[in-house]
T-cell receptor, first 111, second 114 residues
Framework: QQQVKQSPQSLIVQKGGISIINCAYE??????FPWYQQFPGKGPALLIA?????SEKKEGRFTISFNKSAKQFSLHIMDSQPGDSATYFC??????????FGEGTQLTVNP | NAGVMQNPRHLVRRRGQEARLRCSPM?????VYWYRQLPEEGLKFMVY????????ESGMPKERFSAEFPKEGPSILRIQQVVRGDSAAYFC????????????FGPGTRLTVT
């Protein structure tokens, strides 16, 4: 019940395209859903986050869509750039005690 | 405005030795979390600490692992009698408050057990 399932495992997108990464969760107590970006050899960097009282949040080229009834949320990267090539992790939390991470998606944006 | 700091960045230990990993949270943050990342896997929660208190250690292996966050100084994750399976990247994160939710990660310590 604590798991967060993430797909796809890897994703290849052309420059300028839209990258879409999906996550699903079971625990309805989760009330905070962040996305992290990780480059090789670096720590995860907080990218964008959403709470379940809104269905969408946009920051620049990054958008989170949230479907509470389906217990799913997704990250959309518009106008994907080669510099976006990284591993992306979704996560979920409740009560600010711990993050439960998805398995990660390795995104490659071809020039 | 320094972020979360971890040292050492790389640590090599022989089987049976002790590994000691340090984490200094962001300025003003009093909550620290440790996560472990095995190769090609996501991050797994290990322990959540506040100053001088362990709040949640449900993700810590029962033996050989311990963590502390003293009143003064960095948080320490200690692994005694390391085994090859302990080889991983260990990340520390900090937050301003436990319920603020926003956790900021350090660069990690890559532990290699030979």
């Amino acid at each position: 019940q604590q798991q967060v399932k993430q797909s796809p495992q890897s994703l290849i997108v052309q420059k300028g395209g839209i990258s879409i990464i999906n996550c699903a969760y079971e625990n309805t107590a989760f009330d905070y859903f962040p996305w992290y970006q990780q480059f090789p050899g670096k720590g995860p960097a907080l990218l964008i986050a959403i709470r379940p009282d809104v269905s969408e949040k946009k920051e620049g080229r990054f958008t989170i869509s949230f479907n509470k009834s389906a217990k799913q949320f997704s990250l959309h990267i518009m106008d994907s750039q080669p510099g976006d090539s990284a591993t992306y992790f979704c996560a979920a939390d409740h009560s600010g005690s711990r993050l439960t991470f998805g398995e990660g998606t390795q995104l490659t944006v071809n020039p | 405005n320094a972020g979360v700091m971890q040292n050492p960045r790389h640590l090599v230990r022989r089987r049976g030795q002790e590994a000691r990993l340090r984490c200094s949270p962001m300025k003003g943050h009093s909550h620290v979390y440790w996560y472990r990342q095995l190769p090609e896997e996501g991050l797994k929660f290990m322990v959540y600490l506040q100053k001088e208190n362990i709040i949640d250690e449900s993700g810590m292996p029962k033996e050989r692992f311990s963590a502390e966050f003293p009143k003064e100084g960095p948080s320490i994750l200690r692994i005694q009698q390391v085994v090859r399976g302990d080889s991983a990247a260990y990340f520390c994160a900090s937050s301003y408050q436990g319920n603020s939710y926003e956790q900021y990660f350090g660069p990690g310590t890559r532990l290699t057990v030979t």
